[in-house]
């Protein structure tokens, strides 16, 4: 039987972002993550397979070795639906911003 995890709970753990942030910059096995944390390894082993289940990491088999990359697409597609919010907010602060140094001129005037 497939788990599907919702991929916005995968990553709103730190530990898991952290695992993602490191295997961005290059694949990397198990054993590898796990020495970046205090952890235990099968706590790390844990974060690995729900990223690998929500598909932001790929696993590859190397001869007796694991190695997992970053799945970018399906970051892309994260990205892509969180878009238009970070627009919206983006208005909202810029509007808040001009708000805060208009009274900041009349409190001075």
Not at 13 to 34: E, H
Not at 54 to 67: A, F, S, Y
Not at 74 to 84: T, Y
Request: aromatic share 6%; hydrophobic share 45%.
């Amino acid at each position: 039987m497939e788990v599907r995890r919702d991929v916005f709970q995968a990553i709103a753990d730190p530990t898991r972002r952290a695992i993602l942030a490191m295997v961005a910059v290059k694949a990397m096995t198990p054993g590898a993550i796990a020495l970046e944390f205090d952890s235990s390894r099968q706590t790390i082993s844990k974060h690995i397979q729900v990223l690998s289940e929500c598909d932001l990491l790929r696993k590859e088999v190397i001869g007796r070795e694991i190695v997992y990359h970053l799945e970018g697409q399906k970051l892309k597609e994260i990205a892509d639906f969180i878009e238009p919010f970070r627009g919206m907010w983006d208005k909202r602060f810029d509007k808040l911003e001009s708000l805060m140094k208009s009274l900041q001129q009349n409190k001075q005037a």
